[in-house]
């Protein structure tokens, strides 16, 4: 009987073993493939809390932004924000805080902190950048609304509890990274496999009778074929056959095993060619893959002041309609709550008394936005629309993490007058009482300008200027001079004193700065004589309960005003940018 060759056994026991080889490769990378994202759910036991904080650390996992799904009772919102702004707002109430993934990639991992048991509901707050309101169930994916860090807050209405059920969805991570490798392996070990017999033949070609691996014989018989040699009895006359057997068998063992070294090589090198075309990134981690938020991370950003200016703008056109200043109070305070409201009371009694400029929320012309993220926190937005004769600065202050931003003060651009430029992305502020690297400190400039509004020859007369085609100063001087020209039965006295609390100074592009403030002007008038008699002008009595006084009386006006100071090297003077003034009292001595 005739055996099957050794070389053709061999090559198919190397395309068999080549083609399972191929198999588990392709099966890595299909069948066998792990699944492209992963779920990692909130524990069940998690202890209840009115709020919930997602880390900015898992706003990407694995390289990719992850998909949040939130499942609850009723109505809850989830709200980004700068983790700084979050933390202020959650402040003393107790919380849970999604802050990592398990290593299996199954679980959230959430720590509980204990505190108030209920909060304000944050869906109106102006410190979140986006919030999405849902009900029953939400899907969000976490893109950043800007550079820098971001959290999310998860709530209810503040007095219920926040949803339990938070899921997160990411990029699996897990690689297969023998699947190339065995796809290429396994080729090669096929092509192996499929050569051999060719190559056997190829090294037996040639030789003659007598030549090494004949068998003695001189038939030329290969030896596999003689049953003496495949037998494995050798006799006496076979030895020199077998001796050939030996020779040739050991040629046909140096084909595969010259294949099999062939193919280590080709693999290796297909190996490392791979990791040369597909150089492995660092190992992706919690972490965002942004950089930090800067710690002068402007305190708002463009979308959230158009949409705090749209409110503003509707709360005082409410108020303005009605004549009614609680329609204000939301979003208003300070002084020009002062002023609206008392401007409310003149017009209901003296109906040609003028209404206070329209507070509009476009045209944005330019804003002012701080960097100082500690509160209260000052922004100022110049706008001009409808009823705007000439743009008008207005500013807001958030007073604390949970208080939306105010108008505290509004006044109009100085005709001729142009703003100072501002650093985009935010500018620094400086203590009112602080010089460096300017002319004069905030303080110093509005104290230089209620002394140059209180007298003609200020000594500030040259180093403050002003718009000549609408000369507030000049205007004031001269009804302050009318009023003792006027007044003859009268002695007069004018006064504009700096209210301290209400300066912010703001860093401008060129090293100077731009302050802010509120002014008091108070007029105060007394009899020249016994029996003289002074007359005041319809809104004034309004407030006096009436017209004449043989005591004195005292008026009161609300000043705002922003006056731009050049860095300390200019020779330039300082600028009124912007003022106007409100009645908003009188009295009879």
Do not use: C
């Not at 003060?409 to 007058?417: I, Y």
């Amino acid at each position: 009987m005739i055996g099957i060759p050794v070389r053709l056994k061999t090559a198919v026991s190397l395309v068999l073993l080549g083609l399972l080889t191929l198999l588990a490769g392709i099966g890595q990378l299909t069948f066998w493939a792990p699944a492209e994202t992963v779920t990692a759910t909130a524990p069940a036991d998690t202890k209840a809390a009115p709020l919930t904080v997602i880390d900015q650390k898992l706003r990407t996992l694995n390289g990719e932004p992850v998909k949040i799904s939130v499942k609850g009772e009723g109505n809850f919102v989830l709200a980004a924000g700068r983790p700084d702004d979050v933390a202020a707002w959650v402040g003393k109430t107790a919380h849970n805080t999604v802050s990592g993934v398990s290593e299996d990639n199954k679980a959230l991992q959430v720590g509980h902190s204990e505190g108030e048991a209920t909060a304000p509901s944050p869906a109106a707050s102006d410190l979140w950048v986006s919030v999405e309101n849902a009900s029953g169930e939400l899907d969000y994916t976490w893109n950043p609304p800007a550079d820098g860090e971001w959290s999310l807050l998860l709530a209810s209405d503040g007095t219920k509890a926040a949803p339990a059920s938070v899921s997160m969805t990411f990029p699996n991570n897990a690689t297969t990274p023998l699947a190339v490798p065995l796809i290429v392996l396994g080729i090669i070990i096929i092509l192996a496999g499929a050569a051999l017999p060719f190559l056997a033949s190829l090294l037996g070609k040639g030789r003659g009778p007598g030549s090494p691996g004949r068998s003695g014989t001189g038939s030329g018989t290969p030896e596999e074929f003689n049953p003496e040699v495949t037998s494995g009895v050798q006799t006496a006359s076979g030895f020199a056959a077998s001796k050939g057997a030996s020779s040739k068998d050991g040629r046909v063992r140096r084909v595969p095993a010259l294949a099999a070294a062939l193919a280590t090589v080709l693999v290796a090198g297909t190996a490392v060619a791979a990791q040369a075309s597909k150089t492995p990134e660092p190992s992706p981690t919690n972490n965002s893959s942004e950089s930090p938020a800067p710690a002068d991370a402007p305190v708002v950003l463009d979308s959230q002041l158009k949409r705090i200016l749209e409110q503003v703008s509707s709360a005082v056109a409410a108020g303005d309609a009605a004549k009614d200043a609680t329609k204000l109070e939301p979003r208003v305070d300070r002084m020009e709550l002062q002023v609206r409201t008392q401007n409310y009371k003149i017009r209901s009694q003296v109906g040609s008394y003028e209404a206070r400029m329209p507070v509009r929320a476009s045209k944005l012309l330019t804003s002012v936005v701080s960097s100082q993220r500690s509160w209260p926190r000052s922004v100022i937005a110049v706008t001009e629309g409808e009823g705007n004769v000439v743009p008008q600065v207005l500013t807001l202050v958030q007073a604390a993490p949970r208080e939306n931003y105010k108008l505290t003060s509004t006044a109009p651009l100085q005709p001729g007058t142009s703003f100072p430029a501002i650093p985009r992305g935010g500018t620094s502020t400086v203590a009112a009482d602080d010089k460096a690297e300017l002319q004069y400190s905030g303080s110093e400039a509005l104290n230089g300008l209620a002394d140059r509004l209180t007298n003609a020859d200020s000594a500030f007369k040259d180093k403050l200027a002003e718009s000549t085609s609408s000369p507030y100063i000049a205007g004031t001087l001269a009804y302050q001079a009318d009023t003792v020209e006027k007044g003859v039965n009268g002695n007069f006295t004018f006064t504009h004193k700096v209210i301290p609390e209400a300066t912010v100074v703001f860093r401008t592009s060129d090293g100077g700065a731009l302050v802010v403030g509120r002014l008091d002007f108070a007029l105060d008038g007394s009899p020249k004589a016994e029996g003289d008699k002074l007359l005041l002008n319809d809104e004034s009595a309004v407030f006096a309960g009436g017209k004449e006084t043989g005591t004195g009386m005292v008026m009161n006006f609300a000043e705002s005003v922003a006056v731009y100071i050049p860095p300390a090297e200019s020779k330039e003077p300082m600028k009124l940018v912007a003022a106007t003034r409100g009645l908003v009292g009188a009295s009879f001595k």
